[in-house]
């Protein structure tokens, strides 16, 4: 099992910056990908950030170029920087991981936090 907690949300203002970080703990070691997904009230849940055991990441198009996921492997540590932060960002954000072992393929979430951006 892997548990994640999040960490790092709160009340910015647009133009700001945000460091959220993802502390895996558990059977960090069958992680394959972990990421930072967000759901804003009334939408469906979106993929943000994710990075692979190997280093790949692949970005929304909506925050190519202000966000970057980076991965701390020594800390078992994701943490999604957030720069030029906009009111449309404002969200839940979840940290995820796929993790594979021997028993199968598991996908574990964190109990989110909150980034909100004013304008």
């Known amino acids: 099992q892997v548990q994640l907690v999040e960490s790092g949300g709160g009340l910015v203002q647009a133009g700001g910056s945000l460091r959220l970080s993802c502390a895996a703990s558990?059977?960090?070691?069958?992680?394959?990908?972990i990421g930072w997904y967000r759901q804003a009230p009334g939408k469906q849940r979106e993929s943000v950030a994710t990075i692979s055991s190997g280093g790949s990441t692949n970005y929304a198009d909506s925050v190519k170029g202000r966000f970057t996921i980076s991965r701390d492997n020594a800390r078992n540590t994701v943490y999604l920087q957030m720069n030029s932060l906009k009111p449309e960002d404002t969200a839940v954000y979840y940290c995820?991981?796929?993790?594979?072992?021997?028993?199968?393929?598991?996908?574990?979430w964190g109990q989110g936090t909150q980034v909100t951006v004013s304008s």
């Open positions: 995820n991981a796929d993790s594979l072992d021997t028993t199968g393929l598991y996908d574990y």
């Open positions: 558990g059977s960090t070691v069958s992680i394959n990908s």
